[in-house]
């Protein structure tokens, strides 16, 4: 019997100091998502980080996981549990600029995700190559170049006109 009561004396303080560190870390999670960051963190981040504390908050009060949606190529990604949103912050900072390329070409994203980008009508047939697109906005394209005559063209005809050279009716 003494065996029994000191037992259920050590389960109650067991549920007691996981009951007060449920709070300390409670309380923790609100202040961060108040007032997150410290001396020299950009504006963006601290941002970003007292909202990654507010979802943290929100969901050991309610039970809720955060849901974040990004647009890929018209379609959005959804994600709904905190696995996904690990996995697809670690995805887009890992590739950076070629994240989205990946998500709309890479089949095992696809799988990770559950997704299906929209498929392009023209896949690579009017596509323009780096270079062609370089020298096609280049001014020295042939492009550019019959636009500068032209316009230059126009510009010395508007100065004539202006100048009367082209006046009609004047007897000199």
Not at 1 to 18: A, C, K, P, T, Y
């Amino acid at each position: 019997m003494i065996i029994q009561v000191n037992f259920l004396s050590f389960d109650s303080f067991r549920e007691r100091r996981q009951i007060g560190l449920k709070a300390k870390i409670l309380n923790q999670v609100r202040n961060l998502s108040v007032e997150a960051g410290g001396k020299g963190s950009a504006k963006k981040d601290l941002n970003n980080q007292r909202n990654t504390f507010r979802d943290i908050l929100e969901f050991l009060e309610d039970g809720y996981c955060p849901e974040t949606s990004v647009k890929i190529g018209g379609e959005s990604l959804t994600t709904t549990t905190w696995c996904q949103l690990v996995q697809l912050n670690f995805i887009k900072r890992f590739l950076r600029g070629g994240f989205i390329k990946h998500m709309q070409e890479n089949e095992f994203l696809h799988e990770v995700f559950d997704f299906t980008p929209k498929k392009n009508l023209h896949p690579g047939g009017d596509r323009v190559s780096g270079t062609e697109k370089r020298m096609y906005k280049s001014p020295n394209s042939a492009l550019n170049k019959a636009r500068t005559q032209y316009l230059n063209k126009q510009r010395m005809l508007s100065q004539d006109k202006n100048a009367g050279h082209y006046a009609s009716g004047f007897d000199d």
